[in-house]
T-cell receptor
Framework: QKEVEQNSGPLSVPEGAIASLNCTYS??????FFWYRQYSGKSPELIMF????GDKEDGRFTAQLNKASQYVSLLIRDSQPSDSATYLC??????????FGAGTTVTVRA | GAVVSQHPSWVICKSGTSVKIECRSL??????MFWYRQFPKQSLMLMAT?????????EQGVEKDKFLINHASLTLSTLTVTSAHPEDSSFYIC??????????????FGPGTRLTVL
C-alpha cells in the first residue's frame, strides 16, 4: 500500500488569507496526484489534479508538485468560509489505484 | 459530465441481513469501478476494484465472501454486504473511471451510502 501523509490539522485561517496544505508520498513510481475536498457527511469532490513537476493554477487553487522530494501541495488563495472542509491528497501509481492521505481539516474564520 | 450515482444514500438494517448498494455511471461508460469504505474521522480505504465482466480484485484484509461485488455492465456495479454486523457500519463510496482507463485519468466519486447495522 502506498503511503500518503498529510498534516491532520485543523488548519484555521482568516477569511481572505491563503491556506497552505502539504502532502508527501512514499512511492516514487506514483504518476498522478489529486486534491479532493470533502464536506462533512459527503463524498469527495475533485478540486485539482497534477501530473508534472511545477505549479498548476485553477482559479483560487494552486497545486504544486515536486517529484524529487515526493511532495505535493495545495494553496487556497482568498479563502472563503465555504472552503471549510477536509482536503484529501490522493496519489495514483501504475496500478490505477488511488491511495488517500488522512486529510487536512481547514476552517476559514469569517 | 462524469456523474456517478449511488443507491440507496442511506440504509439501516438489522444484524445478520444483507444489503445491496448500487453504483451507476450516468453519462459515461466505466470499465473500472472502485469501492471504498470510510469510517468516521478516517480517510477513504480502497476495498476492491471492480472490472466489467470479470471478478473483482479485493484489497488485502477485505473478505471477498462478505463483500460481494458484481460489475455486470459498463454502467453498473453492485456491492452486497452479506450478513452485516454493527462493525460493518460505515460510509461506502464508489468511484468510476472512464472506459480506456489510464493511470492519469480521474476517478469520479458517487455521493456515498451510509450503512448503519443495528
Amino acid at each position: 500500500q502506498k503511503e500518503v501523509e498529510q498534516n491532520s490539522g485543523p488548519l484555521s485561517v482568516p477569511e481572505g488569507a491563503i491556506a497552505s496544505l502539504n502532502c508527501t508520498y512514499s512511492d516514487r513510481g506514483s504518476q498522478s496526484f489529486f486534491w479532493y475536498r470533502q464536506y462533512s457527511g459527503k463524498s469527495p469532490e475533485l478540486i485539482m489534479f497534477i501530473y508534472s513537476n511545477g505549479d498548476k493554477e485553477d482559479g483560487r487553487f494552486t497545486a504544486q508538485l515536486n517529484k524529487a522530494s515526493q511532495y505535493v501541495s495545495l494553496l487556497i488563495r482568498d479563502s472563503q468560509p465555504s472552503d471549510s472542509a477536509t482536503y484529501l491528497c490522493a496519489v495514483k501509481g501504475g496500478d490505477y489505484k488511488l491511495s488517500f492521505g488522512a486529510g487536512t481539516t481547514v476552517t476559514v474564520r469569517a | 459530465g462524469a456523474v456517478v450515482s449511488q443507491h440507496p444514500s442511506w440504509v439501516i438494517c438489522k444484524s445478520g441481513t444483507s444489503v445491496k448498494i448500487e453504483c451507476r455511471s450516468l453519462d459515461f461508460q466505466a470499465t473500472t469501478m472502485f469501492w471504498y469504505r470510510q469510517f468516521p474521522k478516517q480517510s477513504l480505504m480502497l476495498m476492491a476494484t471492480s472490472n466489467e465482466g470479470s471478478k473483482a480484485t479485493y484489497e488485502q484484509g477485505v473478505e471477498k465472501d462478505k463483500f460481494l461485488i458484481n460489475h455486470a455492465s459498463l454502467t453498473l456495479s453492485t456491492l452486497t454486504v452479506t450478513s452485516a454486523h454493527p462493525e460493518d457500519s460505515s460510509f461506502y463510496i464508489c468511484s468510476a473511471g472512464l472506459a480506456g482507463y489510464q493511470a492519469r485519468d480521474t476517478q469520479y466519486f458517487g455521493p456515498g451510502t451510509r450503512l448503519t447495522v443495528l
